[in-house]
């Protein structure tokens, strides 16, 4: 064995140690799983020089691949991860409410959105201010509104942006508006618009409203879809005319849902009824009253009174005391932890916005779409004689 050969080898061999001690020093979290395997490559590398023997220069010859240098691609597989849900759409920036423990499949971006209030009661006042909350933050108060359309019409676009409302004149000329959250960019739709039963409700992407286009002295009218974008407010009528009130449009664009004959009946874009949602009957349980739709309109939340109660008239009211599956009629379990149910708004993946009546106020649960509760957020006291009117992404 040559002496000297035998002490270049092992100088080399240590500046290779040297090079990756370095290098682990500076790896990201990232890389963990490669820093393990060069370390542990390293600290061998450190045996054979303490030993310095004869077998040293036999591993000289045979030895495995020496460490690879920090700026190679580690060979160590990083675990693929498991498929995540699809990005929930709807944002928020509320901290303090993570996502409490379990094992649903979509916690992570489960979250709640933008929530838009309006008066819960008619008070006389002329107007009156549509106020949004985001959990995290404080109510902010947006454009005011005739307090008879912010109660009983008005709706705001899937992206919070833009709100439709019909207004009344003296003449009982019932007109369509649409204007920016803030106020500005007001514009005028149409005339002679339905402002009691079949209400303005945005599509969902934003641009076209479901409307129904009523005759001057009231009477009989037709439904179409109105582009709110088009220089001309083009409005594509249907040709077949439900009966119906409180249009929901679901989330994936495909179904309407309407209260009618004192239940709740499913319609395609076109105006063609696909079918009704059962239980309901004249002398069992009725609904005058829908607020939310899921996304697939598999499901949908509204107040149901059994026979010879109080179920209210035509106008709008958006409290709600159960969530019914549409295709078999029965109630769909919500983890309330033993409080009054008030409001209940699917988001566009899919996960609930509760409303409880928590004390003298109410809280705000989020719940995913398999029925379990992510969080819970207290709602701020100035917004507990409203109602939540829509929640957005």
């Known amino acids: 064995m040559n002496d000297q050969r035998l002490r270049l080898d092992l100088t080399a061999l240590a500046e290779e140690v040297a090079v990756v ?3 682990d020093r500076t790896l990201r979290t990232s890389r963990r799983l490669g820093i393990q395997r060069a370390v542990a490559t390293s600290a061998a590398a450190l045996v054979l020089i303490a030993a310095a023997t004869g077998t040293a220069f036999a591993m000289r010859s045979n030895r495995s691949p020496s460490p690879l240098p920090a700026d ?3 060979v160590t597989a990083t675990p693929t991860p498991s498929a995540s849900p699809t990005p929930s759409t709807s944002t928020s920036d509320a901290p303090g409410s993570p996502p409490s423990s379990g094992s649903g499949t979509n916690t992570p971006t489960v979250k709640i959105g933008k929530l838009f209030y309006g008066p819960a009661k008619v008070t ?8 949004s909350w985001r959990p995290g933050d404080n109510p902010v108060r947006l454009l005011a509104l005739p307090e008879l359309a912010l109660k009983g019409n008005v709706s705001v676009s899937p992206d919070g942006r833009r709100v439709a409302w019909v207004d009344s004149d003296d003449s009982s000329r019932h007109t369509l508006f649409v204007a920016n959250a803030d106020g500005s960019d007001k514009q005028q739709m149409r005339p002679y618009v339905d402002d009691q039963c079949l209400t303005p409700v945005w599509s969902p992407d934003g641009r076209h409203l479901l409307i129904r286009a009523v005759e001057a002295m009231g009477g009989g ?4 879809v109105l582009d709110t974008r088009s220089d001309k407010k083009t409005v594509t009528w249907w040709t077949e005319q439900p009966g119906g009130c409180h249009g929901l449009w679901s989330a994936d664009g495909q179904t309407i849902a309407m209260t009618s004959d004192g239940g709740v009946t499913l319609y395609g874009t076109d105006g063609a009824k696909k079918r009704a949602v059962p239980g309901f009957s004249v002398d069992g349980w009725r609904s005058n009253d829908v607020a ?3 996304p697939d309109g598999s499901r949908v939340a509204l107040d149901r009174r059994k026979a010879g109660e109080d179920a209210g008239d035509v106008a709008r009211d958006l409290w709600v005391n159960v969530v019914l599956d549409t295709r078999s009629g029965k109630p769909v379990e919500l983890p309330l932890g033993g409080r009054t149910l008030r409001q209940v708004y699917f988001q566009a993946d899919g996960s609930m916005v509760v409303r409880v009546q928590a004390g003298s106020g109410y809280a705000v649960l989020l719940v995913d779409e398999n029925g379990r509760k992510i969080s819970e957020t207290a709602e701020p006291a100035a917004l507990k004689d409203m109602q939540i009117l829509a929640v957005v992404a």
């Open 72 to 74: 190679t691609p580690s």
């Open 221 to 224: 009218g037709r439904s179409g």
């Open 292 to 294: 939310s739709l899921s």
């Open 124 to 131: 006389g006042a002329e107007n009156a201010n549509l106020r």
């Open 21 to 23: 001690d370095l290098r």
